[in-house]
């Protein structure tokens, strides 16, 4: 079973996060689904309490997340 991405948004940020035991894992965006083109999500991820945590500025475009190996 793959590992489970949290999101959870504070004032104008996303945070993301996921156990730091699937530190394999890349975390990845794109604005649009339907035609997919993923990229690795800047910045790369700090541990927060057990967490590899991401933390991004919340944009008026849409953002799809995945874990990816």
Same mark, same amino acid.
């Given at each position: 079973?793959? /590992?489970?991405? +949290?999101?959870?948004?504070?004032?104008?940020?996303?945070?993301?996060t996921?156990? =730091? @035991?699937? %530190?394999?894992? !890349?975390?990845q965006?794109?604005t649009?689904?339907?035609? /997919?083109?993923? +990229?690795?999500?800047?910045p790369?991820?700090?541990?927060v309490?057990g967490?590899? =945590? @991401?933390? %991004?500025?919340? !944009?008026?475009?849409?953002?799809?997340?995945?874990?990816?190996?």
């Amino acid at each position: 079973q793959p /590992p489970q991405l +949290s999101i959870s948004a504070s004032d104008a940020e996303v945070i993301l996060t996921w156990p =730091t @035991v699937w %530190n394999c894992f !890349t975390l990845q965006s794109t604005t649009n689904v339907d035609v /997919p083109d993923w +990229s690795v999500v800047s910045p790369p991820p700090v541990i927060v309490n057990g967490q590899n =945590t @991401v933390t %991004n500025p919340i !944009t008026a475009a849409q953002q799809s997340y995945r874990l990816s190996q």
